[in-house]
């Protein structure tokens, strides 16, 4: 059998009220089963070595009978040859009684198996941890550790209907699984749960408890009882003064007592029993007058008892035959934002139709909508106000009315506010001087708080430009000065309901000088010392405090290497290698600022190569725009056309002149071929002379820019594009208008101007 099915089933004490009922005994409890060469419940058998197996029994009245069980079957004096019951040799103080199992005459064949006893009386049955006895115990490696508790759950004496809490934590290997029984049945819900709760503990949830903690190579239990107190009544409620009108009905008279066992509660009336009367019932407690009549008026007494004592109050009927209230306004105060009830329980006839309203300060009747609302359960006309504001104050009063009269009742309601709380409070700082500083204080209350502020014991005064508060009461400095001594800022909201107060301490510092910084890069001088030096001066408050750590491409140096000396002075690196190349960061910490000083250690061999590179890469570069602005040009005297911008500054006309010039090659001429003088004048009379006579040639065409208006008559001159960009007599009528007025403006010189 498995140590931990063994432990489940039968391994847990457990009591068992017959028929779920709670006996007035108690039940029994079974200390520890122990034999004399106990191991993690084992016990070795070697064939002819007698031994005994005890149970001795620590409680239960009236005292209970003992049965031992070997495998889950009941064992019968005589029926196994080789054991027989016997009387424990002693017995503790604690110990009720008991009963042994003795091995006369050991034998592996009729012997090897599991024991364990059960006591049984009247209020339940105990069941003992379980015994293995065999040979040798079941196998099992050095690295298993048998479960030990660490924490042992306790008995529990709780008062009636309260909580109670177990505790079980044990350890092992491999760890113990946790498994709770009560009553010898398993507790769901808390499977490897370290704490067992029992909510209420009431007659049903006494008994005992028992946790388990078992691995495959054992297992340990702990068995306790939880109980209830047992107390004389105490009286939770009671009748008090009544009032009532006649022929009210169901009317209660309360009467409460907590206690255990529970109390039984009895009623008198003028010290007359009420338990003939028909018109009287008792419900849990309470007493109910099930119609008020004349008779009914007089005293009343409950008395609460149980076994450990009694208690008693005596109360009183005041009958009425006119409409009244009983509990009604009140002068009371309430918080804004609250739910008030304000109460008004009537006592009238109810053969007459009762009505009730309400009035604010004696005038006003109170519209039931919205915030306010009222109950309408009879009797009671209870006034609810919900999310009270400051403009509820006032006097309330309830105005009952039947046919028989009229009863009204006042109560004066004070509305309070909500007094200042701090949520966000300023906090202690050390700060660089010329620092903006902001000194939360974000407070809550109604009235909205005001915030007034204290350097130390002076108030503080604002300027609205460098000392001023913010929207939530915030202190603000800014460009703070340094101080020569730690200052605390107190903060106080308040309003008319009180204040809060929080505080904090600045300090205001001179920020860290950095007086030389490493060079930006550092040779690697392989088997040297590299030295990355630097200087910096710090507030000499701070010095102390101050921290120096530098990093290497992202990760902190060592600061035990040997090889790298963190100081003031800089970062000294000995017996430099190929490991040390990289980016290096040092950083100054001080409790009000930090400076990050870098630096890169490269090798200057390794360098050199980079540098032809770089020369190579500009040097392509520049081939390459070079090769695209003779593309250009190329593509532009393929296209024999271009523009040229002619700015025009002609005096009052710089927006309505300003023009461009595009050229282009005709190809075919309309007969006007030859040369052109600067005044557009065919030379040599055209008609072809020459190498171009009768044939076709090129001339420019000039038009103004479609952008600006064009010219209105093309101004042709003989030559080529080429002539053109070289600066011929192309030139000069381009740069005819130019030399006049600076302007070539649309049509001047598209006819003979």
Not at 28 to 55: K, M, R, W
Not at 517 to 545: C, H, K, R, W
Not at 595 to 620: E, K
Not at 703 to 725: D, M
């Amino acid at each position: 059998m498995h140590f931990a099915a063994a432990a489940s089933c039968l391994g847990l004490l457990a009591v068992l009220c017959p028929g779920g009922a709670f006996a007035k005994g108690v039940p029994p409890l079974i200390q520890s089963v122990q034999s004399l060469a106990d191991d993690n419940n084992y016990h070795s058998l070697e064939t002819g070595v007698p031994f005994t197996i005890q149970c001795t029994v620590g409680a239960g009245d009236p005292p209970p009978e003992i049965t031992w069980f070997k495998d889950d079957v009941v064992i019968s004096e005589g029926a196994i040859p080789g054991l027989r019951f016997t009387k424990p040799r002693a017995l503790s103080d604690s110990a009720r009684g008991g009963k042994d199992l003795f091995f006369e005459e050991p034998d592996t064949a009729s012997h090897e198996g599991y024991y364990h006893c059960e006591a049984n009386n009247p209020s339940g049955t105990a069941k003992s941890q379980v015994i293995f006895v065999s040979e040798k115990p079941k196998d099992r490696p050095e690295s298993a550790v048998l479960p030990e508790f660490d924490t042992k759950p306790s008995p529990q004496l709780r008062p009636y209907n309260s909580d109670a809490e177990l505790t079980c934590e044990a350890s092992g290997v491999p760890t113990p699984d946790i498994t709770w029984t009560h009553n010898a049945n398993p507790i769901t819900g808390f499977e490897n749960s370290n704490t067992l709760r029992i909510d209420r503990v009431n007659e049903h949830s006494v008994g005992t408890y028992a946790c388990n903690a078992s691995n495959e190579y054992g297992y340990v239990y702990k068995m306790v009882q939880a109980t209830i107190l047992r107390q004389e009544p105490v009286l939770v409620e009671e009748p008090g003064k009544r009032k009532a009108a006649i022929g009210q009905t169901s009317l209660k008279l309360r009467c409460s007592a907590k206690g255990y066992p529970q109390p039984e509660y009895e009623w008198t009336f003028d010290k007359e029993s009420i338990e003939d009367n028909p018109n009287y019932e008792v419900v849990d407690g309470d007493l109910v007058i099930k119609k008020v009549m004349n008779e009914s008026a007089g005293g009343y007494k409950c008395m609460a008892r149980n076994e450990e004592g009694s208690v008693e109050s005596v109360g009183s009927l005041k009958v009425v035959s006119t409409t009244t209230i009983d509990v009604g306004p009140k002068d009371m105060m309430g918080r804004i934002g609250e739910t008030l009830e304000i109460p008004c329980m009537v006592i009238w006839d109810p053969k007459n139709k009762l009505t009730v309203q309400w009035l604010k300060n004696n005038v006003e009747k109170i519209d039931m909508s919205g915030r306010f609302s009222k109950k309408s359960d009879g009797a009671d006309n209870t006034l609810v106000i919900e999310d009270l504001e400051f403009g509820d104050k006032g006097t309330y009063t309830c105005v009952a009315s039947t046919s028989s009269g009229t009863d009204t009742k006042s109560g004066e309601l004070t509305v309070e506010g909500i007094p200042p709380k701090i949520i966000v409070e300023p906090s202690d700082r050390i700060v660089t001087e010329g620092t903006r500083i902001v000194l939360p204080c974000t407070a809550t209350g109604v009235p909205e708080p005001e915030h007034v502020w204290f350097n130390n014991t002076e108030r503080v005064v604002y300027d609205d430009e460098r000392v001023y508060l913010d929207h939530e009461g915030s202190l603000v400095i800014e460009r703070a000065a340094k101080w020569d001594t730690r200052t605390k800022f107190i903060c106080r909201a308040e309003n008319e309901w009180g204040n809060d107060i929080k505080s904090a301490w600045v300090d205001v510092r001179r920020a860290t000088v950095v007086l030389s910084s490493p060079p930006p890069y550092v040779p690697l001088e392989a088997g040297q010392t590299g030295n990355i030096t630097f200087e910096y001066e710090v507030d000499p408050l701070m010095e102390e405090l101050t921290d120096i750590h530098c990093e290497k491409d992202g990760e902190r140096l060592n600061e035990s290497d040997p090889r790298y000396d963190i100081s003031k002075e800089g970062l000294f690196i000995a017996n430099m290698s190929a490991a040390d190349l990289g980016e290096y960061e040092c950083t100054i910490l001080t409790p009000a600022d930090r400076q990050v000083l870098a630096t890169s250690v490269y090798d200057p061999n390794a360098t050199q190569w980079w540098i032809m590179i770089l020369l190579i890469a500009l040097i392509i570069v520049a081939a390459l725009l070079l090769c695209g602005c003779c593309v250009y040009c190329f593509r532009k005297h393929m296209h024999q056309s271009g523009r040229y911008g002619v700015k025009d500054i002609e005096e009052g006309r710089k927006n309505a002149n300003r023009s461009d010039i595009q050229y282009s090659i005709n190809e075919e001429s309309d007969g006007d071929e030859g040369e052109y003088d600067v005044n557009n004048d065919l030379l040599d009379g055209g008609g072809g002379k020459g190498d171009n006579a009768g044939g076709k040639i090129e001339k420019p065409i000039f038009r103004g820019s479609s952008k600006n208006g064009g010219l209105k008559n093309a101004v042709y001159g003989g030559g080529s594009e080429n002539s053109l960009l070289e600066g011929t007599e192309d030139l000069i009528r381009l740069t005819r208008g130019m030399s006049e007025d600076g302007s070539f403006r649309e049509g001047r010189y598209g006819d003979d101007e």
